[in-house]
């Protein structure tokens, strides 16, 4: 469920410290922003589903917080200000960098628990896209794959 979002902002990370390096002799800094729970599109919703739910659930109290837009706008841009090589947000993210990786092995763990614990046709019953991106994206597939006799 969370696979193609891992790999996407693993590659992103990749890229920006690969640029990072192939810019910094032409003096251009390159930052990397590091964002945990935020009150977006993507997010709303996400506890109606039971395996994201257990993800929130395992975390740490103070881990399964949502923040607001405004304040993760805030965090970034003070992060841009001081033009920090890495940007938290929230700060306490920091601290989680050292046990980045153990957490696949450890999300994979609670996620086959969960998925024991449910039926299939209850896991697939409000399967959907999440936000506007997913929607977005699920529409282009869709457009891209339709034939004359497909809507």
Known sequence: MMSAYCASKAGAESFALALRGEVEPDH???GVAYL???G???VAGIDDHPVLSALRRNQPRF???VHSTDQVADWLAAGIARRA???YAPPWLRWCQPLRPVFPALVARITRRELRRHSPSELAADLAVLGAGGRADWN???AAHAGPDRP
């Open 140 to 142: 282009a597939y869709r």
């Open 28 to 30: 251009i800094a390159v």
């Open 63 to 65: 881990a399964r917080r």
């Open 85 to 87: 090589r890495s940007v």
């Open 36 to 38: 945990h729970w935020t």
């Open 40 to 42: 977006t599109d993507m």
